[in-house]
């Protein structure tokens, strides 16, 4: 890959973002309602203004900047139903929080038969099939990721369900899901070309099936550029891409087989495809900042929160169509409803602000764990991100000490200890990990899982027997 490739300046992008400036701040006075255009009625917790919306280039309909990923859905106990096999998706939550969100113009809802323990796009069809068909997009995805799912018949029949799980007789937008992921181009191969699956795509959309096709991209990047080179053929409608102020520019240094986020973008913004955006706070992790990346956010916006800045990143990225959040809990939806309704485009100042914050969060060896859970269920009952996110979380605190010398030993020790047992039961902890390795291959951040593991369990031995 050519150095040239890999990154527009900040000059270019803030000529980018400035070209966008008017047709966002225009969108953002307008509001955004239905596709017939009406506005919708706002409640007090939003502002009056109206949520941001972008055009979509092919139809000219408004996709509201912000949208709502189905992946966290809240469960009975009050945490995600990806937590766990006793999660049950709390139905009534799902609905409220749809509700909520259409009333205040979000109107992109991203699914996958894959997300929830493959109940999502049934609470999500059970949820929007309340509404009027026209006041809302689907996107869900064929996430034949599996063997088996991989033949011609297996594929469609997954595809086929999910219009009855949605309740819909069209799907608004469909993604070729986690392309690059696994195997590679050999992978890809097999999922959607030798089966001749993406010809039936192709033709679906053709018969209006499927308004708008596209795919969503982890890991091996020839095959991002590979369908990038056969746009003129397959016209791809948008693309979904990991992109936040850290993956910008430090991608690949986190992980030397991810690919920085600018380079995506700029790939895209090429051939005027727009992008979808997934994990702007990568996992959570730009959520979870260390106290002194908390501190600089805090004193530069102090009524905002540490996430907003990452979404008012992402959104202010003229040729993003929509930013995808998680939201299992109302309080998210109303924080990115105040970050986008409308949004305020970040300023150059505040662009570079964000990339010195970046630098200075790469000074943190965390594991670059987006909690996921791909790499889920482990076949010996290991809680992986649980494990590998404990980790981050201390070491973001200020809780991982190299040796018993520390100043701060004693209270590191016994918060990482004390907090490893309350997270993660003992019969899942990382000392039960036998390399069996299954589990790295569905990893879209490449983690080398079993050596974390390894490593988090050589550490917590040393501090059980106080031998560091």
């Known amino acids: 890959m050519q150095k040239k490739k890999d990154n527009i300046n900040r000059r270019e992008f803030l000529k980018r973002l400035g070209a966008g400036a008017a047709a966002v701040s225009a969108a953002a006075l307008a509001g ?8 919708l009625p706002a409640l ?6 109206g949520m941001t919306c972008r055009p979509d280039p092919r139809t000219g309909e ?42 205040h113009g979000v109107n992109y809802f991203d699914t996958s038969p894959a997300y929830c323990k493959g109940l999502s796009e049934r609470a999500t069809g059970i949820a929007l099939s309340r509404h009027p ?12 990721f599996a063997p088996q799912t991989w033949s011609r018949e297996a594929s469609i029949a997954m595809y086929r369900n999910s219009f009855r799980e949605l309740q819909v007789d069209y799907i608004d937008y469909l993604l070729l899901h986690g392309v690059g992921m696994g195997g590679g181009m050999e992978e890809f191969e097999a999922r959607y070309m030798n089966n001749g699956i993406l010809d039936f795509l192709l033709d679906e959309r053709r018969a209006g099936r499927i308004r708008h096709l596209g795919f969503s991209y982890h890991g091996d990047i020839r095959v991002f550029d590979y369908l990038l080179s056969r ?84 959104g202010s990225l003229p040729g993003v169509l929509t930013v995808l959040s998680g939201m299992t809990r109302m309080e998210h939806l109303q924080d990115n409803l105040q970050t986008y309704a409308p949004l ?22 965390t594991i670059p764990c987006n909690d996921c859970k791909y790499c889920m269920p482990c076949p010996y009952g290991l ?39 309350r997270s993660v039961p003992r019969l899942r902890q990382a000392n039960h990990c036998i390399g069996c390795n299954q589990c ?8 080398d899982i079993p050596a974390e593991l390894r490593r988090i369990d050589a550490y917590v031995e040393r501090l059980k027997q106080e031998t560091l």
């Open 231 to 314: 746009h003129d053929e397959y016209q791809w409608d948008f693309v979904q891409i990991q992109l936040n102020y850290l993956d910008w520019k430090y991608a690949k240094q986190i992980n030397p087989r991810n690919t920085n986020a600018e380079y995506l973008y700029s790939e895209l913004q090429k051939r005027n495809i727009p992008a979808v955006i997934m994990e702007p706070l990568l996992g959570g992790r730009l959520s979870n900042v260390p106290d002194n990346i908390v501190a600089r956010l805090k004193q530069r916006e102090p009524e905002r929160s540490v996430a907003s800045w990452s979404f008012r990143f992402a």
């Open 44 to 49: 007090p917790e939003v502002p009056a203004e």
């Open 344 to 365: 305020k485009p970040l300023t150059e100042d505040e662009f570079r602000f964000l990339q010195e914050t970046a630098t200075l969060m790469m000074q943190f060896d």
């Open 383 to 421: 809680d992986i991100p649980s494990i590998l996110l404990h980790y981050n979380k201390c070491l973001n605190e200020g809780n991982l000490v190299e040796n018993a010398q520390d100043e701060h030993y004693r209270q590191a020790r016994r918060a990482f200890l004390v907090g490893y047992d």
């Open 133 to 144: 068909r026209s006041s809302y997009y689907i996107a869900t995805k064929l996430s034949n």
């Open 62 to 103: 408004p996709v509201s900047l912000l949208g709502f990923g189905m992946m966290r859905l809240p469960s009975v106990s009050g945490r995600s139903a990806r937590e766990g096999a006793d999660e049950e998706i709390d139905q009534e939550m799902v609905n409220r929080l749809v509700d909520y969100a259409i009333a």
């Open 440 to 447: 790295s291959p569905h990893c879209p951040q490449r983690i």
């Open 32 to 39: 955004c309602g239905g596709r017939n255009g009406a506005k």
